[in-house]
């Protein structure tokens, strides 16, 4: 009786520290995870609170459930960059476009072909323009003279500053800076895409440009 006692009690106290096991596994996990949590909450929270700097056109779009649906960004991961597909157009036409009632897409920003850069979607929210990525990226449409997609000087100029300058303000290096590309395998920006070297000349340019 005393061994059967003793072998009932032993495996009571196995279980008990079985499951003594899961819980601190459990409760690493969840701190883990909550750290995590936390970090990308205070990400998006400070760069609702960021200052736009004199060089951007801080241009809002109204809140329309579709060109802007006013959603939160979960974190920033990446800076996606596209191109606008539509040669010869300017930024002002294409921020004019995205409230539109005919739209449904959007971008935070968009740099002109004169170098300009307007703001269109606050950099908490998430814009219409990265597919399945929208929940975590920033994304920059870019205006270029012709089919081939090139973008003039200064055009090229302005966005390795906003590039640089969006890196800082979310922590990020410069191998988080991607094209549309890479996500969906659509062609955009379309020279970056068919010019692999222009591509990384370009990343090299805005960690150039961190460097100063």
């Known amino acids: 009786m005393k061994n059967k006692k003793y072998k009932r009690n032993r495996r009571k106290k196995n279980k008990q520290w079985i499951i003594a096991f899961i819980i601190i596994i459990v409760l690493i996990i969840a701190g883990i995870w909550g750290k995590g949590f936390w970090k990308d909450r205070l990400q998006v929270q400070n760069l609702g609170k960021t200052k736009t700097p004199e060089w951007i056109d801080k241009q809002i779009i109204e809140n329309d459930g579709t060109s802007r649906n006013g959603k939160k960004l979960s974190r920033v991961k990446d800076i996606v960059i596209h191109y606008v597909g539509n040669p010869g ?33 606050p950099l908490d929210e998430m814009s219409a323009a990265s597919n399945w990525r929208n929940n975590d990226t920033i994304s920059i449409e870019v205006c270029h003279p012709d089919d081939g997609g090139k973008f003039n000087k200064k055009t090229y100029q302005s966005l390795v500053k906003l590039t640089a300058w969006l890196l800082e303000r979310c922590g990020l290096k410069e191998k988080h800076i ?16 068919r010019n692999e070297d222009k591509w990384e000349e370009f990343k090299d340019d805005v960690k150039k440009y961190r460097e100063k």
Request: some cysteine; glycine content about 8%; charged content about 15%.
């Open 178 to 193: 991607i094209r549309h590309y890479d996500i969906t395998g659509k062609e955009c920006p379309r020279y970056y895409v």
């Open 89 to 121: 157009s300017t930024a002002q036409g294409n921020h004019d476009f995205y409230v539109s009632p005919q739209s449904n897409v959007s971008s935070h920003f968009i740099v002109g072909l004169k170098g300009e850069i307007i703001q269109c979607i």
